[in-house]
Nanobody, 129 residues
Framework: QVQLVESGGGPVQAGGSLRLACVAS????????MAWFRQVPGKEREGVAH????????????ADSVQGRFTISQDSDSAKNTVYLQMNSLMPEDTAMYYC??????????????????WGRGTQVTVSS
């Protein structure tokens, strides 16, 4: 089993930056990919950024809405089992609960929620104008 814990959310003004972190524990060696999703009440969960952590390690994919503003990365120390989401040029529409997700499939359709087996509890990001 794998547990995911997010941190780094909070309030920020438009144009500002935040860095979210997700730490995997339990059996993180089995993971092949991790991602960040976000959700606003009443809306579907949206895939934001995806990274391959084992096979094709370091390859990433992004939602169009965050391309060029958000960057997903792994800690260079693999023993930390940590993935980050650097969010720059934040806008009020980025306000959401942000969730870390992970999976161990060999093949995956990135940023599709059903492809991720493990989920964290989320961290709130609030961007004010």
């Amino acid at each position: 089993q794998v547990q995911l814990v997010e941190s780094g959310g909070g309030p920020v003004q438009a144009g500002g930056s935040l860095r979210l972190a997700c730490v995997a524990s339990g059996n993180p060696a089995k993971l092949n990919y991790m991602a960040w999703f976000r959700q606003v009440p009443g809306k579907e969960r949206e895939g934001v950024a995806h990274i391959y952590t084992r096979i094709a390690r370091g390859d990433t994919e992004y939602a169009d809405s965050v391309q060029g503003r958000f960057t997903i990365s792994q800690d260079s120390d693999s023993a930390k089992n940590t993935v980050y989401l650097q969010m720059n040029s934040l806008m009020p529409e980025d306000t959401a609960m942000y969730y870390c997700a992970a999976g161990d499939n060999w093949h995956v359709l990135a940023l599709q929620p059903e492809q991720y087996k493990y989920w964290g509890r989320g961290t709130q990001v609030t961007v004010s104008s």
